[in-house]
Nanobody, 121 residues
Framework: QVQLVESGGGLVQPGGSLNVSCAAS????????MGWYRQAPGKQRDLVAR???????TYADSVKGRFTISRDNAKNTAYLQMNSLKPEDMAVYYC???????????????WGQGTQVTVSS
């Protein structure tokens, strides 16, 4: 069992900044990628950013240059710094981790509970 605890998020004015974090705990032998998806009402869940255990990052085109993902492998925690927020960034942000258990070769995915980001004046 892997648990993800998200924190951060909230209400911010357009142009403002927020930071969200995602801490993983539980039973796993290793974590590979960590990241966030977001889902706005009536829309599909889309990838926002991901980071591998080696620090390689991927961003959605819509957030490049504004969002920065990082991670602390010792703490099994990822961070998403969101700057220059726009109304279209408003969504529920879900973190995820891809992890291995014991000696298994398969990767599994766990999801956080989601955190609301509201961008409004």
């Amino acid at each position: 069992q892997v648990q993800l605890v998200e924190s951060g998020g909230g209400l911010v004015q357009p142009g403002g900044s927020l930071n969200v974090s995602c801490a993983a705990s539980g039973s796993f032998s290793s974590i590979s990628a960590m990241g966030w998806y977001r889902q706005a009402p009536g829309k599909q869940r889309d990838l926002v950013a991901r980071i591998t255990s080696g620090g390689s990052t991927t961003y959605a085109d819509s957030v490049k240059g504004r969002f920065t993902i990082s991670r602390d492998n010792a703490k099994n925690t990822a961070y998403l710094q969101m700057n220059s927020l726009k109304p279209e960034d408003m969504a529920v942000y879900y973190c995820y981790v891809d992890f291995r258990r014991g000696g298994e070769a398969l990767y599994y995915r766990a999801w956080g509970q989601g955190t609301q980001v509201t961008v409004s004046s």
